[in-house]
């Protein structure tokens, strides 16, 4: 069965929709850290728990973001103008657990009587919501220009292989710590949903020898790729970040395409700082530990993605999430300017020489 994504609805998943139709009032929810106030004082010096070598599960450290991001594109495809359509994001989500259902909620019942978190919250479903269309239209594109081979770095819960009208004979290879693969490939294979390309998943970490495992897979140098790092970055050093460049280019034949989301980190403002504590907080009230300060790597003196394509002969074309969520007609209240994420997303091509 091709195009998995259109045949498949929510209907489809009755039991674990009916989680969400009911949930526990927000007022009876675990309070594992007492107040806000007690929160925010409770997070003052964050450190990186990173190692080398760390792995882990969908539920675990860096695996429990792929579920976050996924929420995300929940939210925005049970709303009622969607900007995406991921209808496998809530049924990947809600099946880790009660509490990731009521992330991937719609109505936002679990943020409660807190406003301020409601609109904070909303605008970085918003974010999601657009980023996964710059993405989704990167792609789109990328075959239009004829390239059938596509390499999601990072994957996670992106069901792109799945949701996507990809053209016949087009490979789509994901690339993901093994558990996070088998997660996602073993909830999607039990309720029957079939991807939409050929799927090679390629379990492997980012900060080892990932290309040996990719051309093992089947990638083949020689044809044009379109490669996607999306949510990635923050989460690998900064000199395995230098080497996942200089390896995708040394994988790409003219004519490939490469799109990056390039996080802002800015440690400096405080704001930006508080807001994604006041996150944390928000999700530890719902029973759901997810420090993204405490998983990255904040290393002050990460490449400037954009700028390390440019130079190295990419065709870059970047913009500000900012503008890309105006355009799209999801912009940023000025309030919540700077408590939202900075980002910018980028798409780039390696020219053939004959252009
Ligand atoms: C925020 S999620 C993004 C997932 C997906 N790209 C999306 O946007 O939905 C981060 C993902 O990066 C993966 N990841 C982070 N560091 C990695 C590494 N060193 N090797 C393999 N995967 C990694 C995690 O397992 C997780 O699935």
């Known amino acids: 069965m091709r195009g998995g994504l259109r045949q498949m609805s929510r209907a489809a998943f009755p039991a674990v929709r009916t989680a969400v139709m009911s949930p526990t009032p927000a007022h009876s929810l675990p309070k ?11 997070v003052e010096d964050v450190q990186s728990v990173r190692t080398d070598g760390d792995t882990w599960a969908i539920t675990e450290s860096v695996g429990a973001t792929a579920l976050g991001v996924a929420a995300s594109r929940a939210v925005e495809t049970a709303s009622p103008d969607p900007l ?5 994001a809530y049924l990947l989500v809600s ?3 009660l509490a990731w259902a009521r992330l991937a909620s719609p109505d936002m019942d679990w943020i409660g009587d807190d406003e301020h978190g409601r609109r904070a919250h909303r605008v970085g479903c918003d974010y999601q919501a657009v980023r996964t269309h710059f ?3 990167f792609f789109s594109a990328a075959t239009q220009s ?4 596509a390499v999601i770095l990072a994957a996670g819960l992106d069901s792109r292989a799945y949701r996507l009208d990809w053209p016949p004979h087009t490979i789509v290879y994901e690339i993901d710590q093994p558990k996070v693969l088998e997660y996602k490939a073993g909830i999607l294979g039990s309720h029957g949903a079939v991807p939409t390309a050929t799927r090679r998943p390629v379990a492997v970490d980012l900060r080892d020898d990932w290309p040996t495992a990719l051309i093992a897979a089947g ?3 020689t044809r044009p790729t ?3 790092a999306e949510g990635l970055l923050p989460y690998l050093p900064a000199d395995a970040q230098d080497r996942l460049f200089e390896r995708l280019t040394a994988l790409s034949a003219p004519g490939s395409r490469v799109a990056v ?3 802002g980190f800015d440690g400096s403002n405080e704001r930006r700082r508080a807001a994604r504590r006041a996150r944390w907080a928000r999700m530890r009230r719902l029973g759901l530990d997810v420090n993204v300060e405490k998983l990255t790597y904040p290393d002050a003196n990460r490449a400037d993605a954009a700028q390390w394509l440019t130079d190295h002969g990419w065709q870059v074309h970047a913009v500000s999430n900012a503008d890309e969520m105006a355009r799209l007609g999801r912009p940023i209240p000025a309030d919540l300017v700077e408590e939202t994420v900075a980002s910018t997303l980028v798409r780039a091509r390696l020219d053939r020489p004959d252009r």
Do not use: K, P
Request: proline share 0%.
């Open 135 to 137: 993405f989704d239209e």
């Open 95 to 97: 099946s880790a657990g």
């Open 146 to 149: 004829g390239i059938r081979q």
């Open 226 to 228: 379109a490669w996607l």
């Open 219 to 221: 990638f083949n140098r």
């Open 84 to 88: 995406i359509r991921d209808e496998f």
């Open 261 to 263: 989301e390039v996080f």
């Open 32 to 42: 594992l850290f007492g107040s806000m106030a007690h929160d925010m004082t409770d």
